[in-house]
Each structure stands twice: as structure tokens, then as C-alpha cells.
């Protein structure tokens, strides 16, 4: 008889392949609207164009999908005056934008790679990577200017009407930094070469970012910032970009950048917009509200370095990074999780619980760490105390099939065959096809609960 996966994860050891493969389901997976919203006014331009949502499922979308993209990039950083400070930039440029009535909202996000992305209704992150590269007020209003701009070209919206929207969400048992680096589960594991983990955003062409530095340099004028700002952050990027290309990978991905788009700003910074030359840049305040941040920098740089380490599958080198990293920053809860991936990675899983737990001391509301444990409570197989894992996951950050998924496996675990039947139909009902979903109607057949 063939051992099911189940079977080789509580009675045989298990393969790396088999470890690489619960990793695999750690992000959430989800739908992508199919449903077209037909033509609509552009409110930048005012001319009609084809869009693929309405304005009411760009809302959506940022409800359901955004709580999943931010969790992934390790929740929004645990300092309150920071992530109200980029609420007050970001909202007062968003007051003066061409969609001023959209549900804004601005967070730092506790990722170590460079990037800032947006969601069509609004909902903008930053990372602690790319705010430790800025080095004043007027760039992080360029910064989030350009992703108001984007959601005011409704550029995720004509996207869809394009066919493009594909690139918006991702399906399936995909994931981003989860396997540790790790590329050689076939269809399962997708790295793409990245560190960073935005695959759910939207891959906005050449014209699109053209569109929106135009849209932001005029929203962060409007607000009286100095346009030096927007030039500074096209510098930074470029500079950033030869100097550690790693860190940008997705943002150059999803943001194209180009050596016009730079010059493109300094020339309106010193034509359109010379009068506006004379605003504040506001450095100090920058600083003294990103101090909390910059004093994590040193343990931060060597988070990067390791998971640059374990985007090459270096886990020792990795490893070690982390090690000192944690000795200057132990509460870091990014750092407490890539340590236990790192170990996971490396078939110590029993090392890697006391990070876990740790990391949920340090965030409990947070929910990456407690779907880590339920991983690594699997594949020491303790099922019964998984499924809580993924229980208490699924009541936190509800819509990832990929947790119903090992909610399933847990309770085969339990010989529970009645409940793993149940969270089995319950995948199959969100993920029509892939691996896990083969695996979950094969179950159903041989368990007699399909045909």
C-alpha cells in the first residue's frame, strides 16, 4: 500500500522534500476576481478607459487580500508613533489627491527588503528596509505619493481591464520566503529570485510608474513638500540598486525603474515645480520619529545578509548572520522567525519552537509565527497540537486554503478521518487544482466521500 502524506509524516521519517512541502502552504492563496467592471472614467485624465474592477472591488480587495500580504512581510512594526506618523504624511497627501474619498491607510511593515507597494483601494505599506534608506520627511512623501498615485490612475483596475490582473494575486501552493530559499519543489515552491515576499501585488508597466511620480510629486507639492524629495528617492533607488540589488529585487519587479524616470524628476523638479523648491524637507522630524527603527539597523543588515544567505541555500552562513543578529535585537520578531525558518529549513524543527515561541510573546497579535508552529508542530508530529496552531491562525487571518489544507493533515494525523474529510472539501471548495488539491480528492475518493 502507498503511504499518503499523512502517513510518512506521523509513522516515517520525512523526507526534505516532504518538510519543503508543509513550508510550501505557509502563505495564503487566493482568489483572482473574474468579473469585469466594463468602462469607467479615469479620475486623473477624465477619459474613458477599460477597467476590470469596479470601484467597489478595489475596496474589496484590499480587505481580503491585504491583512494576508502584510502578515507575510511579518505585520505592521510593533511602534505606534511610527506607523501614525506615516498615517499623517501619507493621509495628508491622499486629502489633496484626485480620489480623496478612498479608505486610505498607512502602515510600516516589519519587512527587511526595500520596497512600498499599494493595493488598489489604498491600503499602502513601507517596509523597514526601505524606510532605513531614506533620509528625510520629502522623500517618504515621494515614497507614498507614488503609491496614492497608483491608486488614483486606478492602475490595478486597467490593469484587469487589460487581461493583466493575473499578476495581481497569486493561486495554489505558492510561496515567498517560507521554504528558506529553497527552489526545488517543483510548481510547489516559487522564490522567483526575490527575497521579498509581495507576489500578491501588481506588476505595474513602464507607463504606469511614469504616471505615478507625476501623481506624486504633484500630491506631495500640494502638501508643501520640497520636490527634492521625490529626486532624492529616485537617487536612493538607483544608488541602492547597484550597491545591494538583492534588497530591490521585488520592487524592481513590481516598480520598473529606469534612468529616465530619475531624470524625469529632477527636471520637474527644477521646471514645474522650481517654486516649490522652497518647501521643507523636514529631516529632523524624520529622524527623531525613525530613531526606534535606525537603532535596530545593525541587526537588521545581518537579517539581510541571512536571508541572502538562504536565498543561495547558505543556511550555515545563514544561520550565523542571525545569531548575532539576535544577540544585538532579541525581540526582533522578524529576526526570531527567520531563525526558526532557517532551522526548519534544516530539518531542526525542535530547535526552531523556542523561536516560535518567543515570536509569539513578542507579537501576539501577529500570525506568522503561529502558523510556523503548526508547520513545525506537524513534522514533529504532535498533530493535535498543530491543528490548534492552524485553528487560532485561521480565526486570526481567515482566507488561506493553504491553512485548511494542514488543518486537514493534522486531523489525519489524530485519525480524525471525519474532520480531515471535512477541511479536505473545504480546500477543494477554494483550490480546484495543484498537488494539494490532488492529494485532498484522493483522499476524499479512497475515504468513499467523492466518485
Not at 541571512?306 to 552562513?317: C, G, P, V, W
Not at 542571525?322 to 532551522?343: F, S
Request: glycine residues 8%; charged residues 25%; contains cysteine.
Amino acid at each position: 500500500m502507498t503511504d499518503t502524506l499523512a502517513d510518512r509524516l506521523f509513522r516515517c521519517p520525512l523526507t526534505r522534500r516532504d518538510v519543503l512541502w508543509l513550508l510550501s502552504a505557509s502563505t495564503a492563496s487566493l482568489a483572482v476576481p473574474t468579473a469585469l467592471g466594463g468602462c469607467a472614467t479615469d479620475p486623473v485624465t477624465r477619459q474613458t478607459t477599460l477597467v476590470g474592477l469596479s470601484e467597489e472591488e478595489e475596496v474589496a480587495i484590499d480587505r481580503r487580500e491585504g491583512p494576508h500580504q502584510f502578515s507575510a512581510d511579518w505585520g505592521a512594526v510593533q511602534d505606534p508613533r511610527l506607523n501614525a506618523y506615516l498615517t499623517q504624511v501619507g493621509g495628508g497627501m491622499a486629502t489633496r489627491s484626485h480620489r480623496p474619498r478612498m479608505p486610505y491607510s498607512f502602515r510600516a511593515v516589519n519587512a527587511n527588503y526595500v520596497n512600498a507597494y499599494t493595493f488598489p483601494g489604498g491600503s499602502v505599506a513601507a517596509t523597514r528596509g526601505i524606510l532605513l534608506e531614506l533620509r528625510d520627511e520629502s522623500e517618504l512623501a515621494g515614497l507614498l505619493g507614488h503609491e496614492i498615485g497608483h491608486v488614483n490612475a486606478r492602475h490595478a483596475a486597467e490593469q484587469a481591464g487589460r487581461g493583466l490582473l493575473a499578476n495581481l494575486l497569486i493561486a495554489g501552493a505558492t510561496i515567498a520566503t517560507a521554504a528558506a530559499g529553497y527552489s526545488d519543489v517543483a510548481g510547489l515552491v516559487q522564490l522567483g529570485g526575490t527575497i521579498g515576499s509581495s507576489t500578491l501585488l501588481a506588476k505595474y508597466s513602464r507607463d504606469d510608474e511614469r504616471e505615478a511620480d507625476a501623481l506624486g510629486m504633484e500630491y506631495m507639492t500640494r502638501a508643501q513638500y520640497s520636490p527634492a524629495g521625490m529626486v532624492g528617492l529616485m537617487d536612493m533607488l538607483q544608488r541602492q540598486a547597484k550597491e545591494k540589488p538583492n534588497l530591490l529585487a521585488t520592487m524592481f519587479a513590481t516598480h520598473p525603474m529606469s534612468d529616465e524616470r530619475y531624470g524625469t524628476a529632477r527636471s520637474q523638479a527644477e521646471g514645474q515645480y522650481r517654486l516649490a523648491r522652497a518647501f521643507p524637507v523636514y529631516r529632523e522630524r524624520y529622524m527623531d520619529l525613525t530613531a526606534p527603527l535606525r537603532r535596530l539597523q545593525p541587526a537588521i543588515a545581518l537579517e539581510q545578509k541571512a536571508e541572502e544567505a538562504m536565498a543561495r541555500k547558505d543556511l550555515a552562513r545563514a544561520e550565523e548572520h542571525l545569531a548575532t543578529a539576535l544577540r544585538m535585537a532579541p525581540d526582533d520578531y522578524p529576526g526570531n522567525l527567520l531563525m526558526a525558518k532557517c532551522l526548519m529549513a534544516q530539518k531542526r524543527q525542535a530547535q526552531a519552537v523556542p523561536y516560535l515561541e518567543r515570536a509569539k510573546a513578542i507579537y501576539p497579535g501577529e500570525g506568522q509565527a503561529i502558523h510556523l508552529s503548526g508547520i513545525a508542530r506537524l513534522t514533529l508530529r504532535q498533530p493535535a497540537a498543530a491543528y490548534q496552531e492552524f485553528d487560532e491562525y485561521e480565526r486570526r487571518l481567515p482566507g488561506n486554503p493553504n491553512t485548511v489544507f494542514l488543518k486537514g493533515i493534522a486531523q489525519e494525523g489524530m485519525q480524525n478521518r471525519t474532520g480531515a474529510a471535512r477541511e479536505y472539501q473545504r480546500y477543494l471548495q477554494a483550490v480546484g487544482q495543484g498537488d494539494q488539491a490532488k492529494y485532498a480528492a484522493q483522499r476524499l475518493k479512497t475515504w468513499g466521500y467523492l466518485k
